[in-house]
């Protein structure tokens, strides 16, 4: 037999054994919208009528290895598979590679792995999720303190997300919001269109003084969220 027929018979038994170790393995790459399927993806959709005031405000969720969406919706409640508030409407891929699940202690690849071991270290990707699932089905729903983004920001936070532990209400908002996609242009305006219809409504109704008192109200939720945040520590959950 030649040399190229050897490295030929190589090749193809170093193929089969990594066939063979994909086997059972999760598939995290395949993202099926029309069965609402995202594996290791963060999901948004708008949040009635508050996001018809402010866009960038909605309802966010988690999603397993296999892409069925967690989403803390209510008081003690997390839905599994039934993301609340409508279909998704923009997705982000996550990478679990870029999680610290560590075996020990001295394991941690994350940038403190005392801290990330009192938030509650996940030895995967689906053990962090889950872990907050539990956990949010003893906490009460609140929308300025405890909420959809604080589920998140928790599931990241145990799973060491690109090596930190300070996921928040605030970085997961803006991770969405500009690093996320829309599912389709139909998500888009979906998002977008109520938005502009009371923008146009309210100005051609008060003229100035309803954008002046808009302003105010996107200006004190912002203020709010970021004081909370990193000003009072402790005051929103995540």
Not at 14 to 37: F, M, Q, T, W
Not at 56 to 83: K, Q, S, W
Request: charged share 15%; glycine share 8%.
């Amino acid at each position: 037999m030649s040399d190229a027929g050897v490295d030929e018979d190589v090749v193809l038994v170093a193929n089969e054994e990594k066939e063979v170790l994909r086997v059972g393995e999760p598939d995290v790459s395949h993202i099926d919208i029309k069965k609402a399927r995202f594996p290791c993806c963060l999901v948004w959709t708008p949040l009635p009528i508050v996001a018809w005031l402010v866009p960038f405000i909605g309802h966010v969720g988690i999603c397993r290895e296999d892409g069925v969406i967690l989403d803390f919706a209510g008081p003690c409640f997390v839905n599994v598979d039934n993301f609340a508030f409508g279909s998704t409407a923009k997705y982000l891929r996550l990478n679990p590679e870029k999680c610290c699940f560590p075996p020990h202690l001295s394991g941690h690849t994350c940038s403190d792995p005392f801290r990330h071991t009192d938030k509650g270290t996940a030895i995967s990707w689906d053990d962090g999720v889950e872990t907050t699932m539990r956990n949010y089905q003893n906490k009460l729903y609140n929308l300025f303190t405890c909420n959809c983004h604080s589920f998140v920001a928790n599931a990241l936070n145990r799973m060491a997300y690109r090596g930190s532990i300070k996921w928040n209400i605030v970085n997961v908002l803006a991770l969405v919001f500009f690093k996320g996609q829309y599912v389709s242009y139909w998500a888009l305006v979906r998002t977008y269109a109520p938005f502009v219809m009371v923008l146009i409504l309210g100005l051609v109704m008060t003229g100035w003084p309803f954008l002046i008192a808009w302003s105010i109200f996107v200006g004190l939720l912002v203020t709010w969220f970021l004081i909370g945040t990193y000003c009072l520590r402790g005051l929103i959950e995540s």
